[in-house]
């Protein structure tokens, strides 16, 4: 089945630090990739749309200057988080869709655990 | 998205049945129901998907109102690997992937 890998799965980072998180589709390709954010005893929220080749989809609230993306490839999204700040310590979370793939096609990421210090 | 109202917390003892309900009154015809699951500090996984028919696959069933306004998933024969957050959440296939979770139930199973 569709597999989606995210890495690293655990980073400790200084404040004001920038850390990178990478997301790729292992054996399909994805047009689109979601980034989302959860802090503990919350559910997901989606920050942003990830579109393969052109600009990434931020929603409401959510600074685009801060947390860049970008989506290079079919098969690879990255999620930087610039200048963190203890603030943004929480579970970064991924999700693709296989092209071609019917609406059940929605993989997630095992999730990366942001701690900045 | 259709908004979806589910209990926040339910408890089943292993070996039975486990019925998690969620309401999605606003659906709308073109939205699909699906369900995910959450075990702890990992990623969401898809347990099932349906428009308006009683879905069955591996993992659960889905059985879904006349109306389409509420659905139930369940899961036959709940093990302690079962123990996660439950989300139901309503989407049409525009904006595709797009999910919005609401805050889910936790099902804890119990010996």
Not at chain 2, 72 to 77: E, N
Request: with cysteine; net charge neutral; hydrophobic share 30%.
């Amino acid at each position: 089945g569709a597999v989606v890998s995210q890495h690293p799965s655990r980073v400790i980072c200084k404040s004001g630090t920038s850390v990178k998180i990478e997301c790729r589709s292992l054996d399909f390709q994805a047009t689109t990739m979601f980034w989302y954010r959860q802090f503990p005893k919350q559910s997901l929220m989606l920050m942003a749309t990830s579109n393969e080749g052109s600009k990434a989809t931020y929603e409401q609230g959510v600074e685009k200057d801060k947390f860049l993306i970008n989506h290079a490839s079919l098969t690879l999204s990255t999620l930087t988080v610039t200048s963190a700040h203890p603030e943004d310590s929480s579970f970064y979370i991924c999700s693709a869709r296989a092209m071609g793939q019917g609406f059940y096609g929605y993989t997630f990421g095992s999730g990366t655990r942001l701690t900045v210090v | 998205d259709a908004k979806t109202t589910q209990p926040p917390s339910m408890d089943c003892a292993e070996g039975r049945a486990a019925n998690l309900p969620c309401n999605h009154s606003t659906i709308s015809g073109n939205e699909y129901v699906y369900w995910y699951r959450q075990i702890h500090s990992q990623g969401p996984q898809y347990i099932i998907h349906g428009l308006k028919n009683n879905e069955t696959n591996e993992m659960a069933s889905l059985i879904i109102t006349e109306d389409r306004k509420s659905s139930t998933l369940i899961l036959p024969h709940a093990t302690l690997r079962d123990t996660a957050v439950y989300y139901c959440i309503v989407r049409g296939d525009t904006n595709a992937g797009k999910s919005t979770f609401g805050d889910g139930t936790t099902l804890t199973v119990k010996p």
